[in-house]
């Protein structure tokens, strides 16, 4: 069956680039430098239902993701989740978290309505990001 991606990720988000059979995506809220990883296999919901390799390679992409972002942005704290109550699709957010962002230091689900990027400042994150994962292992 091929993959597609579950529609309100398409919605709240745009395409940073991709590892093999992984999406790598910026979330539309500007509020927080946020990527979301998908393993492009369709009908899996949970990372154990992954096959050993493909289980492994996400955690690898998501390890690469999140010491990225840490780094670049100088992030106190990265929330990794694997949540899916709203989204029934594997995903794996990869938040990073600041002392005193709108959030801090609760969760960020839920806190506040989504702030839209202006269209030059998304296009300038999904480049900025792009060139920071431009160093990760089979990253395109």
């Known amino acids: 069956m091929p ?5 309100r990720l398409t919605d709240d988000t745009v395409t ?3 590892f093999p059979a992984v999406q ?5 809220d500007a509020r927080y430098p946020w990527v979301i ?4 296999v369709e009908g899996v919901r949970e990372i154990h239902e992954l096959s050993h390799e493909a289980r492994h390679a996400l955690l690898e992409h998501s390890c ?4 990225t972002m840490q780094h ?8 990794v989740a694997a949540l899916g109550n709203m989204v029934p699709q594997l995903h794996v957010h990869h938040v990073a978290r600041f002392e005193g962002d709108d959030a801090w230091p609760g969760a960020i689900w839920g ?3 989504p702030l839209e990027y202006a269209s030059e400042a998304l296009e300038a994150r999904r480049g900025e990001l792009r060139a ?3 160093a990760l292992a089979d990253f395109s």
């Open 64 to 67: 690469g993701v999140a010491e």
């Open 3 to 7: 993959f597609t991606l579950h529609p």
């Open 16 to 18: 940073v680039g991709r």
């Open 72 to 79: 670049h942005f100088g992030a106190n704290k990265m929330n």
């Open 111 to 113: 806190a506040h309505p």
């Open 37 to 40: 990883l998908v393993p492009e």
């Open 24 to 28: 790598v995506l910026l979330h539309r």
């Open 132 to 134: 920071a994962f431009a």
